[in-house]
């Protein structure tokens, strides 16, 4: 069983749309999409939720009016500032800059702080058209993404292993946060796609060492190749220049566009245009990447 994970550095270059495409062609594999803070994979697998768990984002801090003396010490010694007088002239924490480090709760003379455990997190496994899917959702603000993409990728691994599946395949998440470091360690294979920007460009460099340090595989694909030939004929070079292999250019297809419209991937809305016969071609070099 190997594990493909499609990243891009920078968000919009498309790896959803190569991830969601990959489904169509790759047969017996679960789907786990790692992009907790902004999950979309679901918009084209409609998938039929079958577990639901909650998932921890931390701890919060929250004041008992009743029992606190205002002495402000709590506020004094909160080094993320978090907080503040209300407006009824009483110390309240704001959720959103409490990091739940429980100083509070330990100082306070009149044992006025309570410390909870946020569960605002969620996620899931789903039956779907092309397979399992492991997905999640992450509340406004929460925190925990990398934790939570670690715990969906386990759970992905545990579905393959148990139906005995020849691939996993991961949407990853944009940049190189803590969520995109949980989704390359210990995958076999990134797949990376790169929009013809400078800044899409950049954010791939950015990306390609972070996948450096862990020595993983990397195959690159420009999509929208056409949108800008200067840059793409930049990014060919500096994929030569750092030995990574080029595995398609494809070129800005509209069928892509109605393919989101009507929640298909483009090798079910148009399995003959050039952009399904590119994800075929593709799809060919990583199963023959793994038999070697």
Known sequence: MKEITVLSGKGGAGKTTFAAAL???????VFCDNDVDA????LIFQPEIKESHSFSS????????????NCGLCAEKCRFDAIH???????KINPFQC???????????ENAIQVFENTNNSWYVSNTRFGKLVHAKMGPGEENSGKLVTRIREKAK???LDINADFIINDGPPGIGCSAISSVTGTDLVLMVIEPTLSGLHDA???M????NFEIPVFAVINKYDLNPKVSENVIQYLSENHIRLAGKINFDKNVVKSIIFEKTIVEFSPKCNFSKEIYYIWNQITEHFSV
């Open 23 to 29: 489904a169509s062609v790759a047969q017996n594999a």
């Open 39 to 42: 999950a979309d994979l679901h």
């Open 58 to 69: 931390g701890n919060k801090a929250e004041i008992q009016s009743e029992s606190c003396t």
């Open 85 to 91: 007088f209300n407006t009824k002239k009483q110390y």
């Open 99 to 109: 990091e739940g480090c429980r100083l509070c709760e330990r100082i306070c003379p």
């Open 158 to 160: 545990e579905i393959a």
């Open 205 to 207: 460099k950015r990306l």
């Open 209 to 212: 060492e972070l996948v450096r």
